[in-house]
Nanobody, 121 residues
Framework: QVQLVESGGGLVQPGGSLRLSCAAS????????MGWYRQTPGKQRELVAT???????NYADSVKGRFTMSRDNAKNMVYLQMNSLKPEDTAVYYC???????????????WGKGTLATVSS
């Protein structure tokens, strides 16, 4: 069993920055892939970024060049650095994890409860 707890959400002005954190615990290990999803009411859930155990990252086109995902395996921590924020980035952000097998099948095994990031002036 894996537990994921997000933090770092809050209110930020357009053009500002915010760093989200995800603390993983339980049976998770460094072989797991990690991801960030976001959800806005009335819109489809969007996969924002992923990172493999080796540190390879992928980003949605909507955030490419502005967001950076990273992980610290020694601390079981995952981060999402969000820069040049836009109002449309406002969402509940969810941390997810997947075993290598699940990641290959694009299936996410575990989810956090989310943290709200609001971009508004």
């Amino acid at each position: 069993q894996v537990q994921l707890v997000e933090s770092g959400g809050g209110l930020v002005q357009p053009g500002g920055s915010l760093r989200l954190s995800c603390a993983a615990s339980g049976s998770i290990d460094s072989t797991y892939a990690m991801g960030w999803y976001r959800q806005t009411p009335g819109k489809q859930r969007e996969l924002v970024a992923t990172i493999t155990s080796g540190g390879n990252t992928n980003y949605a086109d909507s955030v490419k060049g502005r967001f950076t995902m990273s992980r610290d395996n020694a601390k079981n921590m995952v981060y999402l650095q969000m820069n040049s924020l836009k109002p449309e980035d406002t969402a509940v952000y969810y941390c997810t994890s997947a075993t290598p097998y699940s990641y290959f099948a694009t299936r996410w095994d575990y989810w956090g409860k989310g943290t709200l990031a609001t971009v508004s002036s």
